[in-house]
């Protein structure tokens, strides 16, 4: 199916946004391309910085022939100068493909242009004949593009002045890549309940409401999949800029939490205990304060164990405040610990069927710590329990 060869292709474009190497990049994407065109061989010309000269920097396993450097009327610059990938069905039937002719009965040259910048060009190779439908050439154009736009961004990380723009743009394109990743199974599961239910021979309404609770399930998973995601995107420092801050009560907010999640605590029957909480006013922003101390919270009862009991307290020093959420619940892993505060991180041992969450829980917990000068840190151990504390600078004190 085209959306899994477009997974395939987006893989590869997320692992090389960490990679520097231009030659390395292109490997993996031939690699790649070879999979999903389900061609026999592959190459690739690239130009460089400063020429625009093409020269072989990878040629896949087991190549039967050395490619000929392509010249400057033939079809490997043509590629490049119209941005099209050129399509040759049968090797026969042109005659520049001489010698290649014994070899492959078909290939393709994809240009490896992003908007004005040309980088080189991808070559796919068939053993036997191969007709490119549709599906074989929207494919050919996605991985053009998506080689070109990540030497794009490769070549302009090495200019000083873009890095920091660059950093951002990856994010948001990795973000973009996890949020739809996330999004995709709750929309399979609706989508595969749907199908059913119309195509089921059964008429029973019990079904439908089956089907319909099913659906309503995942809907809710999105909506706080998506209300998630809203409370983590202004992550560039011009929009925190325009977050609202005002004086907040922290005492407030611990007791206004405390009071929401006692019905979803005595369902578990955890006890939740408000330790020590000193009356302190914070300059900050009152809805993601609030996001950071409920998500905790929450966590603590989610992951606590029945009978369980939660501890929030919050500690003033000299030079900092500090709001730490205890639990006696199930902990966490050494192997886990230091992923936890990623976005989607979610440790496959603590899933509790029936709560499935987004996995951006502590990664706004920290979003919210940073937005107010703070960190967020933690102390856990596997079947004993977690400690989150939160640390907020005391200049940020005394509204
Ligand atoms: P979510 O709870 O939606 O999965 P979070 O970002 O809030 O996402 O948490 C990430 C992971 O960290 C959880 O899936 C869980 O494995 C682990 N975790 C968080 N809080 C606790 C806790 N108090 N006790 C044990 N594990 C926890």
């Not at 991808?122 to 050919?140: A, D, G, N, Q, Y």
Request: proline share 5%; net charge positive; hydrophobic share 35%.
């Amino acid at each position: 199916m085209l959306a899994d060869q477009i997974a395939i292709l987006n893989e590869v474009t997320l692992e090389s946004l960490n990679e520097t190497n231009e030659t390395k990049i292109v490997t993996s994407f031939c690699n790649a391309g070879m999979k999903v065109l389900g061609a026999d061989y592959g190459f690739v010309w690239l130009n460089t910085f400063s020429s625009p000269e093409l020269h072989l920097v990878y040629t896949s396993e087991k190549l039967p022939f050395t490619p000929r450097t392509p010249r400057k009327e033939g079809r490997n610059y043509g590629a490049i100068k119209n941005s099209t990938p050129d399509f040759i069905t049968d090797t026969n039937k042109v005659p520049d493909a001489d010698y290649v002719r014994e070899y492959v009965k078909s290939f393709v040259i994809i240009p490896l242009v992003y908007k004005q910048s040309a980088y080189g060009s991808m070559v796919f190779c068939f053993t036997k004949p191969e007709s490119f439908p549709k599906e074989k050439r929207t494919l050919s154009f996605f991985i053009g593009n998506s080689v070109a736009q990540t030497i794009t961004i490769t070549r302009l990380i090495s200019d000083e002045r873009t890095e920091r723009l660059l950093r951002e743009e990856r994010r948001k394109i990795r973000s973009v890549a996890d949020a739809n990743h996330e999004l995709r199974t709750p929309i399979a599961i609706i989508q595969g309940n749907v199908d059913l239910a119309l195509r089921s021979k059964s008429k029973k309404i019990t079904e439908y409401i089956k089907t319909l609770n099913a659906v309503n399930h995942e809907v809710k998973h999105i909506s706080g999949l998506l209300s998630d995601l809203t409370l983590l995107s202004p992550q560039d420092e011009e929009v925190q800029e325009n977050i609202p801050f005002g004086p907040v009560s922290l005492r407030n907010i611990i007791f206004d939490i405390v009071e929401r999640c006692e019905v979803l605590a005595r369902k578990k029957k955890i006890l939740l205990e408000i330790k020590t909480i000193p009356q302190i006013t914070i300059p900050g922003n009152k809805q993601y304060l609030e996001k950071m101390v409920i998500n905790l919270v929450k966590n603590s009862i989610v992951y606590g164990v029945e009978g369980g009991k939660t501890e929030i307290a919050i500690k003033k020093t000299k030079d900092k405040i500090s709001i730490s959420v205890s639990d006696n619940g199930i902990g966490i892993s050494k192997e886990d610990l230091p992923h936890i505060f990623e976005r989607f991180y979610r440790a496959d041992s603590s899933h509790v069927p029936g709560q499935e969450g987004t996995g951006l829980g502590l990664a706004i917990v920290k979003f919210a710590a940073e937005l107010h000068g703070g960190t967020v840190s933690v102390k856990s151990t596997k079947g004993k329990g977690s400690t989150f504390t939160i640390s907020l600078p005391t200049a940020h004190e005394g509204m």
